[in-house]
């Protein structure tokens, strides 16, 4: 039996059980698991791929077609490849009913974090204010987790707003739409800032340079293809080097059910079903930690409680960044060209302070290098020849605010579950307020616009996408950490009120959702609470 | 067989409408496999009268993708023109000629938009005033399938 029985392989499950390993402990992995598969040519660029594999259409498509963007009302610009179908596969009789939320959950290796773009920001300490501890108890696991990862960063005009008390890497070099538009904002800085609008570089947990095993970014435009060099990193990678470790156990291949409780109502281990069917088996350890993601760990934790006659378990505050796209032509780049060869997401990020800092809006700016051209192409207003002769000769010029703001905890929004009349349960998601932001959200596109155009951009009002929410895939705030003695929160170490034994080391457990991407403080959080747990 | 003859006959249209000219060999093979996608099936009389025309050559496909995108932005056409661009775009050999920027001085650029845009609304004007009355037609036809 070990020590600590986590359960999820994504970015917070394995920095969790790294800082263990490191500590001599003996930890026991369950994960459903979903592998990624094989990068084809990893020395080939994106455009190489496509005159150098055997099927292009098939690795870029799918079999069939599924990986391509066909027009409708909710079309995003871009589509996740079929090579990052394994990230999304869900196990069968695992749904969700949603009501005013859509979710996206993962049950791959690593976890969601395999298809992110890589943004790691600090809180400030200010935004850690409803959390049980403070900014100089997290600072140090920052730094552990950018050690560990590699997190590329410049000491800019974002500083007040992403601070930068870790060690960063040096910044990969710019592209050129990129460089044009902090050039403009060099010359333009104060009729900017004015706006509350400011930019600087991304983090971005990406290597400059070699890190162990994994090598510098080598500009081959895959990032959303899978990077074949393990320049971007993804918690698969931290897994990877977790199952060399002798006090490692990974068990893939199961979906944990619920959390085993002992009749003083502690937790001893877990329950689990093997994916493709069969018994049940239960698993046990001196401690459980849930990482499986804050929806997953959400409905382990549901069912721990209907297993035992509380089924009628309603958990309120459900969080997501409320997200919106803004996308933007940079007019002094039309009729440029495109070096499809280089590292293909954000390079920029921007914040607009709002005197506040609960409802400052955080952002990263991509502009368009190697991609799917054709989710683009049918988006644009004219018939589909005359919308590739226009974005071919606009291509250089293209790009896109992706802007969040912050949410909090409200009744509302909740998670429970709904027993079927044959007695299967289900989750229900449901975020009943969805509107109470919207002023908020018109005011940062309409501030994110205003500063485009001072940058020499032109952002169409009409192609600002207000996306649904759990767009962001930022969840958080079901089992919230706090100093009062709730039933349902957890202590400053994860470890749920009530439930001795069972901690909580995901985003389920923030009891605020800055406007950021969460997963550097994930990680940080996971490793501070490695830090903590006897 | 019949049906995979007939759906690359369309995907050589299509594809000469987008403006490939040559490499469509393998693009014909995969776009006929990816004709089972539910996301090609569902379709109205209109829709369906729609790829029709497109189908006849070229220049009746840009007609119809040009009245499609005003009245049919999410029909059939249009999925099947976005399709067979993105097999064009994934295609060996020729998938520069859609996925690359075509640079040019700034006057040349603007001069290529202008004549674009300029193109666009000759042509979806032409296309309203052929394709209109068909689109009316259908609506009036009788039947249950007159979701227009």
Redesign the interface.
């Known amino acids: 039996m070990s020590r600590f029985l986590v359960v999820g392989s994504g970015a917070s499950g394995v920095h969790f059980a790294q800082s263990m390993l490191e500590r001599g402990e003996h930890v026991e992995m369950l994960d459903v698991g979903f592998e990624r598969p094989g990068s084809p040519l990893p020395d080939a660029s994106f455009?190489d791929l496509?005159?150098?594999?055997d099927e292009?259409?098939?690795?870029?498509?799918g079999?069939?077609?599924?990986?391509?963007?066909?027009?409708?009302?909710d079309a995003k610009p871009y589509g996740f490849p079929p090579s990052k179908a394994y990230v999304f596969r869900r196990p069968p009789d695992l749904a969700i009913t949603e009501r005013g939320f859509s979710p996206v959950v993962s049950y791959a290796r690593g976890g969601l974090a395999e298809a992110w773009t890589g943004g790691s920001y600090e809180l400030r300490d200010e935004e850690l204010a409803e959390f049980p501890f403070s900014g100089a108890d997290l600072r140090p696991h920052y730094e552990v987790i950018a050690r560990r990862i590699g997190v590329t960063g410049e000491d800019d005009d974002l500083r007040p707003y992403s601070p930068m008390s870790a060690s960063y890497l040096a910044p990969l070099a710019l592209d050129a739409h990129s460089a044009a538009l902090r050039e403009r904002y060099e010359r333009r800085r104060e009729a900017v800032n004015a706006t509350g609008f400011h930019l600087g570089r991304s983090r971005v947990a990406v290597l400059s340079r070699d890190l162990g095993a994994r090598h510098a970014c080598g500009e081959l435009g895959r990032c959303l293809w899978g990077c074949p060099r393990g320049s971007l990193y993804a918690p698969s990678l931290t897994l990877a080097e977790l199952l060399t470790h002798p006090h490692f156990t990974y068990r893939p291949g199961l979906v944990v059910h619920r959390v085993l409780l002992d009749a003083r109502q502690r937790a001893v281990g877990v329950v689990a079903e093997p994916v493709g069917g069969g018994s049940a088996v239960e698993v046990r350890g001196e401690r459980v930690v849930l990482a499986a993601g804050a929806l997953a760990t959400t409905r382990i934790y549901l069912q721990t409680f209907a297993a035992l006659g509380v089924t009628d378990l309603t958990l309120p505050g459900l969080m997501d960044n409320r997200h919106v796209m803004v996308p933007f032509v940079n007019l002094s780049r039309?009729?440029?060209?495109?070096q499809?060869a280089s590292y293909q997401y954000h390079m920029l990020a921007m914040a607009i302070d709002t005197g506040d800092w609960r409802t400052d809006v955080h952002g990263q700016i991509s502009s368009l290098k190697a991609?799917?051209?054709?989710p683009i192409?049918?988006s644009l207003?004219?018939?589909?020849?005359?919308s590739?002769?226009?974005f071919?000769?606009?291509?250089?010029a293209l790009g896109v605010a992706n802007i969040w703001l912050s949410d909090r905890r409200r009744e509302v929004n909740l998670a429970r579950l709904q027993r079927s009349s044959n007695g299967d349960t289900r989750m229900v998601l449901e975020y009943g307020d969805d509107t109470s932001d919207l002023p908020a959200t018109h005011r940062a596109i309409a501030t994110t616009r205003r500063a485009l155009r001072q940058l020499g951009c032109f952002a169409p009002a009409g192609m600002v996408k207000v996306l649904p929410r759990g767009s962001s895939v930022h969840y958080a705030g079901t089992l919230p950490m706090g100093a009062e003695e709730h039933e349902h929160t957890c202590r400053a170490n994860g470890e749920v009120r009530g439930v001795p034994g069972l901690h909580i080391a995901d985003g389920a457990a923030f009891p605020w959702l800055p406007a950021k991407n969460l997963t550097f403080t994930l990680m940080a959080n996971a490793a501070r609470l490695a830090a903590l747990i006897e | 067989m019949t049906e995979s003859r007939g759906s690359g006959a369309e995907f050589d249209v299509f594809a000469r409408?987008?403006?490939a000219s040559s490499g469509l060999e393998?693009?014909r093979s995969?776009y006929a496999?990816?004709q089972?996608?539910a996301?090609l099936a569902a379709a109205d009389r209109f829709d369906r009268w729609l790829v029709v025309v497109a189908r006849w050559s070229p220049v009746a496909c840009?007609l119809a993708?040009?009245y499609?995108?005003l009245t049919r932005?999410?029909g059939l056409l249009?999925?099947k023109?976005?399709?067979t661009?993105?097999?064009l775009?994934?295609?060996?050999?020729i998938?520069?000629a859609?996925?690359?920027?075509?640079?040019?001085?700034?006057a040349?650029?603007?001069l290529?938009?202008v004549l674009?845009?300029t193109?666009?609304a000759m042509?979806?004007l032409t296309a309203a005033l052929l394709l209109a009355p068909m689109h009316l037609v259908a609506a009036a036809m009788p039947d249950g399938d007159r979701n227009v």
Do not use: C, I, N
Request: aromatic share 10%; charged share 20%; net charge positive.
């Open positions: 455009a496509k005159d150098r594999l292009p259409e098939a690795y870029f498509l079999a069939h077609g599924e990986g391509v963007v066909y027009p409708s009302p039309v009729g440029k060209s495109v499809l991609a799917s051209v054709h192409v049918h207003p004219f018939d589909l020849r005359t590739l002769r226009v071919r000769r606009m291509r250089a | 409408y987008l403006g393998r693009g995969y496999a990816s089972q996608s996301e840009a993708d040009a499609a995108r932005p999410y249009r999925r023109l976005v399709l661009l993105a097999v775009e994934s295609s060996p050999g998938h520069s859609f996925d690359s920027a075509l640079a040019a001085s700034p040349r650029t603007w290529s938009l674009a845009g193109g666009w042509r979806t």
